[in-house]
């Protein structure tokens, strides 16, 4: 949600250490004045400066929004800018976020009002996507430039981007090139302007050139500091994604409340037990609820001591850790049919510490109302009254308890407070049932259980269920009922498309889909071609959010062909390209990721409610919150509290959560956390009045093409 209605929250972490004004600005006094740091979006509806408000709002950073085409808006004029508090003068704004870099009339007050608000407190302005011209640093593009689609394109950062804002990146932004049939990013390629104080971040091969052309640079003039981007872009595009960091980076100066991390956990659901088996024939899973009683026959997968010893090995080529997600009655019938002997089992416990446990219910029933599969799709069972039948508290407890004896008693390295249950069962599904099973809370209370799994794409926001919170996981589109590729395929196929291509016309009811096919895949290449790359983006896309959602697969998916490791290794692998060493992927447990969305709700609560007020006044910054509600920010490494180091390192800066015990917080910055001074020289607002000249003639302006999120 926009924080555009927040008028009294005030964000932490300024751009400058300390605030010396330009010699031509008259002062009587040379007291440092506050500068309360939310940012001030200007927005014009393009997606450009929506791209950047949704990462200020992922992070947790606080931000007002002006809409150019809200006839009732706020003027931005001295007094919407700065006033005083306590006598000391405040700037209201760390930064000011622009649709280009000048969105309003010719001799429009409103502009002027910001270029002399820019130059008297140092604040930074984000050009979020202008036409290159002289006004923005920039030569044309018909000067020696270009303009046209860079779909595809791989764009580089400059040494000057690599030692700024955008060191946390490993060199290269690739621009995504999605469809073919669909124009996505569009740019204009530009050098320096011929006198023009421009600094290149990231840059582009001109085509036909042996030159190269700005996309994101920083433009010193007037004493005014502007970060001109030219090209456009969406929030859920790659290359925005890779460059957002950055971007919010150079406009705070790197101090600023919220935090942004990169998340990777995946959930391996099932783990000793067998995942039924998709028949190619029928179209359904003998042994499940998609096929009726007694149809095909029963094939089921299993992993081996080999895929044990698989995952070890991949884990530690990767750097990360899998979260088993087990059933020990899986392993007790499979003794039980083999003379006490489950040669899995016995691999698995003997690496047990290799892994992290997670408890998955001891059989896996189905935790919810009593099914009724005598029909496909099942129904609830219901008295003979209408009311529905429900498990009851008892069985699911039994359930819960019983694998946590077993899985202790087999030596797992157990969080207690972690569950799982089988589908997510006991929750809500629709169509068939619309609320929680009401034994479920009392049965998780009763086991100490403080965080349960939810399935994102049914249940995908944080709840408390009894004592437990939910932790939403991404499904990925790797099915638990495929073990070999050939068989992923064939039912990726009968889901995807039409009744007249033997598919199961789910797409044609549901048109708004995205991953419909126009025909099926051949099942020899189709999923290394299609889905493999398809669901890598997805993942990936999940990881570049700031979204520390658990990802889910199943055992079935880690033996036979192994099929799930060319989408974790196209994510990492991917991964590994784009980021440098300082920004690793942060994989955790699901109790921490719980934590992390339990505190973020918290925190946007408390800044959606004007309860947070934050502000800097040289070195030190000032945060105050409610009692109970964690602060976070992003401040630069030597940042202290108390005398005590603050935060955790990630992505070239420190970043962290604290008590606030509903007293104000004191951080200071260390001495390197200097301000970046504008080109000296002076205010001169005549260039900056100008209206911009976004496109030349004969060029449409681009808008960016908005995948499925």
Same mark, same amino acid.
């Given at each position: ?6 008028t009294t929250a005030l964000a932490v972490g300024a751009l400058i250490a300390s605030l010396v004004r330009p010699a031509t600005a008259a002062h009587a006094d040379t007291v440092t ?20 408000a949704a990462e200020l709002d992922t992070a947790g950073t606080p931000y007002t929004e002006i809409d150019l085409q809200d006839t009732a808006r706020p003027v931005i004029d001295a ?50 996507y202008t036409y290159a011209r002289p006004e923005a640093g920039l030569e044309y593009p018909v000067d020696g430039g270009w303009s046209g689609s860079v779909d595809g394109v791989t ?463 040289? %070195? $030190?910054?000032?945060?105050? #919150?409610?009692? !109970?509600?964690?602060? *976070?920010? @992003?401040?630069? =490494?030597?940042? /202290? ?30 001495? %390197? $956390?200097?301000?970046?001074? #504008?080109?000296? !020289?002076?205010?001169? *607002?005549? @260039?900056?009045? =100008?209206?911009? /000249? ?16």
């Amino acid at each position: 949600m926009k924080r555009t209605t927040r008028t009294t929250a005030l964000a932490v972490g300024a751009l400058i250490a300390s605030l010396v004004r330009p010699a031509t600005a008259a002062h009587a006094d040379t007291v440092t004045p506050r500068v309360d740091l939310r940012v001030l979006v200007v927005s014009d509806g393009g997606p450009s400066t929506d791209a950047i408000a949704a990462e200020l709002d992922t992070a947790g950073t606080p931000y007002t929004e002006i809409d150019l085409q809200d006839t009732a808006r706020p003027v931005i004029d001295a007094e919407f800018l700065a006033d005083t508090v306590d006598g000391v003068e405040r700037a209201r704004f760390q930064a000011v976020v622009l649709p280009d870099d000048n969105p309003f009339p010719t001799g429009s007050t409103e502009m002027a009002a910001l270029a002399a608000y820019e130059q008297t407190y140092a604040i930074p302005q984000v050009d979020a996507y202008t036409y290159a011209r002289p006004e923005a640093g920039l030569e044309y593009p018909v000067d020696g430039g270009w303009s046209g689609s860079v779909d595809g394109v791989t764009a580089e950062v400059t040494e000057a981007g690599a030692a700024g804002p955008f060191a946390y990146l490993d060199g290269t932004v690739p621009f995504e090139d999605n469809s073919p049939d669909v124009g996505e990013s569009y740019a204009y390629l530009s050098t320096p302007a011929a006198g023009a104080d421009f600094t290149p971040y990231v840059d582009a091969a001109i085509p036909g050139q042996t030159t190269r052309g700005s996309l994101v640079g920083e433009y010193r003039h007037d004493g005014r500091r502007e970060l001109v981007v030219t090209f456009v872009y969406n929030q859920y595009q790659q290359q925005f994604r890779l460059l957002a960091r950055g971007i919010v980076e150079w406009m705070t100066g790197g101090v600023h409340l919220g935090a942004s991390r990169n998340y990777f956990a995946v959930h391996v659901d099932d783990v000793f037990a067998a995942d039924d088996r998709w028949d190619t024939e029928l179209d359904c899973t003998p042994g499940d609820i998609d096929c009726p009683p007694g149809q095909g026959v029963e094939n089921p997968i299993r992993m081996t001591p080999a895929d044990v010893d698989h995952a070890i090995e991949w884990q530690g080529r990767q750097g990360i850790t899998l979260d088993m997600v087990y059933n020990g009655a899986g392993s007790v019938n499979e003794r039980e049919d083999n003379d006490g002997v489950d040669e899995l089992a016995d691999q698995l416990i003997a690496d047990r510490d290799g892994f992290r446990w997670v408890n998955h219910t001891y059989s896996h029933p189905f935790l919810g109302c009593v099914q009724d599969v005598s029909v496909v799709p099942w129904k609830c069972s219901t008295d003979a009254d209408g009311s529905t039948q429900w498990v009851s508290r008892t069985e699911i407890s039994d359930e819960i308890a019983t694998n946590r004896v077993w899985g202790q008693a087999n030596g797992l390295p157990l969080d207690t407070e972690e569950l799982v249950t089988g589908e997510h069962s006991g929750l809500r599904i629709l169509p068939q049932q619309p609320l929680d099973n009401p034994n479920l809370g009392p049965a998780l209370t009763d086991n100490g259980v403080k965080w349960t799994a939810s399935d994102n794409s049914r249940d995908p926001v944080q709840r408390q269920v009894g004592s437990a919170t939910t932790v939403s996981r991404y499904p990925m589109n790797i099915f638990y009922n495929a073990g070999r590729a050939a068989e992923q395929v064939d039912e990726y196929n009968w889901i995807y498309t039409g009744r007249a291509q033997g598919g199961s016309g789910i797409c044609e009811d549901n048109p708004a889909t995205s991953t419909c096919l126009t025909a099926p895949l051949d099942t020899a290449t189709g999923y290394a071609d299609h889905i493999v790359p398809l669901e890598t983006r997805t993942a990936l896309g999940h990881v570049l959010s700031n979204d520390p959602k658990p990802h889910f697969i199943h055992q079935s998916n880690l033996t036979e062909d192994r099929i799930a490791y060319p989408v974790l290794d196209g994510v990492l692998s991917t991964y590994d390209t784009l980021f440098a060493d300082n920004a690793p992927v942060v994989n955790l447990r699901m109790k921490d990721l719980g934590i992390e969305m339990q505190r973020r709700e918290a925190w946007d609560a408390a800044l959606d409610a004007g309860q947070v007020t934050a502000y800097r006044v040289g %070195s $030190a910054v000032t945060v105050e #919150a409610p009692d !109970g509600v964690a602060v *976070t920010a @992003t401040l630069p =490494t030597g940042t /202290t509290q108390g005398g005590a180091a603050f935060g955790d390192a990630y992505a070239g800066a420190v970043s962290g959560w604290t008590a606030s015990a509903g007293q104000p917080l004191t951080l200071t910055l260390p001495a %390197s $956390a200097a301000p970046q001074a #504008a080109t000296a !020289g002076s205010p001169d *607002t005549t @260039t900056s009045t =100008t209206p911009p /000249t976004k496109v030349p003639a004969g060029v449409t302006e681009q808008v960016p093409y908005v995948p499925e999120n």
